[in-house]
């Protein structure tokens, strides 16, 4: 499947970006102060609840996906868990687009090999576009730093860990999906079952803490839920109808809107190396479309 990707499904993939980044900036803000790990438990539990209220209301996957979904599951847990330890050994800037960068090159070689679905030259050079770009950002990230070195190597190990589940499961859901018949169930039914499992593993002992927050920020709860799941959502429809690698590299663009939200609503500086970076990964989405 090498044919251009219609315009439609690009918009609505960086429409799922900007959502991306939407969700991650409403946890950086006040309510990612103390734990970090309490803002991202309550967003998938949002995620979580929106998903229980609305399959009732939508036509179950089909059998053939049952699988996928259960997979899918077992391994957005292991992203979550794994997500924690890399934020308890760096940094958020050292780690986020180390993930992220390198999991839609995985993506990229593994889904051709594994499962046939091979990239076009031109949209090859959209991906490592974007991919280089992602990655730029975290040179560009780099200051100095208190943090030992052993530290750092650890988050570099455990961020390189999680991109190989970030691509374990888009290849996962990128199959399941193509199965499923039902892209929306299909997404909800991961994000219930990812959700209760999320709670159950990393909440224990802290449901308190995690209620005070949720009242502290009653928009992070719902605001943040919908998003990451429409978000997902909307990514894996696209892959029903586009390559998962493509599909995969282009969601990342959520790095260009998120250094825009940075530098608009939360006054963040952004130096020339970020806009630079964000030039590539811009360069890369136009590169797709035109591929």
């Not at 049952?66 to 847990?77: G, N, V, Y």
């Not at 794994?82 to 593994?110: K, W």
């Not at 193509?178 to 039914?189: C, H, Q």
């Not at 109808?241 to 530098?263: D, K, M």
Request: hydrophobic share 55%; net charge positive.
């Amino acid at each position: 499947m090498t044919a251009a990707i219609p315009l439609p499904v690009i918009a609505a993939v960086l429409g799922a970006a900007l959502l991306h980044a939407t969700w991650n900036a409403l946890v950086k803000g006040r309510a990612g102060q103390g734990d970090p790990l309490l803002p991202t438990v309550l967003v998938v539990t949002g995620g979580a609840l929106a998903s229980a209220l609305l399959l009732p209301f939508l036509a179950a996957p089909q059998p053939a996906s049952w699988p996928f979904i259960a997979a899918s599951s077992l391994t957005q847990t292991v992203y979550y868990l794994l997500l924690i330890a890399t934020y308890q050994h760096g940094d958020m800037s050292h780690a986020y687009p180390l993930m992220r960068g390198s999991a839609p090159l995985l993506v990229a070689v593994f889904n051709g090999i594994l499962l046939g679905e091979h990239l076009s030259g031109a949209q090859w050079l959209a991906v490592c576009l974007i991919c280089g770009g992602v990655l730029a950002m975290l040179l560009a990230a780099r200051t100095p730093s208190a943090q030992q070195p052993q530290g750092q190597r650890r988050a570099t190990l455990f961020a390189l860990a999680t991109a190989c589940v970030i691509a374990l499961y888009t290849m996962i859901d990128g199959a399941g999906v193509r199965r499923s018949g039902a892209p929306a169930a299909y997404t909800m039914w991961i994000f219930l079952l990812t959700g209760v499992s999320v709670l159950a593993c990393a909440a224990r002992g802290r449901m308190r803490v995690l209620a005070a927050l949720a009242r502290a920020r009653p928009l992070l709860l719902p605001v943040g839920g919908v998003s990451t799941l429409a978000s997902y959502g909307i990514a894996l429809w696209a892959m029903t109808l586009a390559p998962v690698a493509a599909i995969a590299a282009l969601r990342e663009t959520s790095i260009l809107f998120a250094t825009a939200i940075a530098a608009l609503f939360l006054r963040e500086r952004v130096g020339r190396g970020r806009l630079l970076a964000a030039g590539l990964i811009a360069c890369g989405a136009v590169a797709m479309r035109l591929a």
